[in-house]
């Protein structure tokens, strides 16, 4: 089944304790972004990959570091966490950027305390 | 830099009844257009896209959404809404001049109502 995963689902952390959340795909694409998603603001993205070792910011960045060593994976990593990183995180892949659909994983809802 | 404007951030509506979700956007190129549906706890999904030709696309579920380049708006539309269209829709944009990056909207909750 072609899909998006990415774990964990939930995760409630403190300010300052570095966390990776991982994301996979299995559908050999090209491109990969993070999202975050707030209420009323909908989904701004983080950082995003045109391909193996390619990564640019978005338009959230801050705070926030990615890898894309392999083509299917494409780990969100935070270095220091804070409470205005509480939000819902999505992670999703396409074959070309902004043209083709973009498949979603299920979400990775992060509390910082 | 392009943004998207989803005018509803909140539409009930009655099962069986239409309902139109309005999209603006401001970009004065060449653009793609999208609506995600997110139902809940569960990541987005394609609605439907419009990359080029008719005006008028069909997508899923029995949604339509029509493109107006004058107006540079994006509204879907679905004549007859199921109890299991509750749900939020993202409207989006992507245009060639900014590397195809898509910008989402705020989001509209549908809450169909028997």
């Known amino acids: 089944e072609a899909q998006v995963t990415q774990n964990p689902r939930y995760l409630i952390t403190v300010t300052g304790k570095k966390l990776t959340v991982t994301c996979s795909q299995n559908?050999?694409?090209?491109?990969m972004s993070w999202y975050r998603q707030d209420p009323g603001l909908g989904l701004r993205q983080i950082y995003y990959?045109?391909?193996?070792?390619?990564?640019d910011k978005g338009d959230v960045p801050e705070g926030y570091k990615v890898s894309r060593k392999e083509k299917r994976n494409f780990p969100l990593i935070l270095e220091s966490p804070s409470p205005n990183q509480t939000s819902l995180y999505f992670c999703?892949?396409?074959?070309?950027?902004?043209?083709?659909?973009?498949?979603f994983g299920p979400g990775t809802r992060l509390t910082v305390l | 830099a392009q943004s998207v404007t989803q005018l509803d951030s909140q539409v009930p509506v009655f099962e069986e009844a239409p309902v139109e979700l309005r999209c603006n956007y401001s970009?004065?190129?060449?653009?793609?257009l999208f609506w995600y549906v997110q139902y809940p706890n569960q990541g987005l999904q394609l609605l439907l896209k419009?990359?080029?030709?008719?005006?008028l696309v069909k997508g899923i579920n029995g949604f339509e959404a029509e493109f107006n380049k004058s107006q540079t708006s994006f509204h879907l539309r679905k004549p007859s809404v199921h109890i299991s269209d509750t749900a939020e829709y993202f409207c989006?944009?992507?245009?060639?001049?900014?590397?195809?990056?898509?910008?989402f909207g705020g989001g509209t909750r549908v809450l169909v109502k028997p």
């Open positions: 999703a892949s396409s074959i070309l950027a902004g043209v083709d659909e973009q498949f």
């Open positions: 559908m050999n694409h090209e491109y």
């Open positions: 990959s045109m391909n193996v070792e390619v990564t």
């Open positions: 970009s004065s190129v060449s653009v793609y």
């Open positions: 419009y990359l080029s030709g008719s005006t």
């Open positions: 989006a944009v992507s245009e060639k001049a900014a590397g195809n990056k898509l910008t």
